[in-house]
């Protein structure tokens, strides 16, 4: 069982930036695939970016490449994700996930994880 919360959320102004963290519970985190997803107001809850057990593998969605960047500490069982250049589009609650095990490309995929955090609100104002 893993129990992941979320934090560091909260308001932005457009091109700022945030640094979310995921703490995890459970002594087995190191060997979880973690990632990030977001869920903005009457929109699918999108993939952000993962990362690998070992953090040498890492995903990034598309509209936040070279923007964010995602880390982990295994030491600490967290999880980080920073964001770069924000914009007001991207306001949305940001959830942490972990899956046991990742084939091909399914990264991307909700049904994927295994175990979901609560989400943290990012606001970003324009």
């Known amino acids: 069982q893993v129990q992941l919360v979320e934090s560091g959320g909260g308001l932005v102004q457009a091109g700022g930036s945030l640094r979310l963290s995921c703490a995890a519970s459970?002594?087995?985190?190191?060997?979880?695939?973690m990632a990030w997803f977001r869920q903005a107001p009457g929109k699918e809850r999108e993939f952000v970016t993962g990362?690998?057990?070992?953090?040498?593998?890492?995903y990034h969605g598309d509209s936040v490449k070279g923007r964010f960047t995602n880390s982990r500490d295994n030491g600490k069982n967290t999880v980080y994700l920073q964001m770069n250049s924000l914009k007001p589009e991207e306001t949305a609650v940001y959830y942490c996930?972990?899956?046991?095990?990742?084939?091909?490309?399914?990264?991307?995929?909700?049904?994927?994880?295994?175990?979901w955090g609560q989400g943290t609100q990012v606001t970003v104002s324009s």
């Open positions: 996930a972990a899956a046991r095990t990742i084939s091909g490309s399914s990264y991307y995929l909700r049904g994927t994880y295994d175990y």
């Open positions: 459970g002594r087995t985190f190191s060997r979880y695939f």
């Open positions: 990362i690998s057990w070992d953090g040498d593998t890492i």
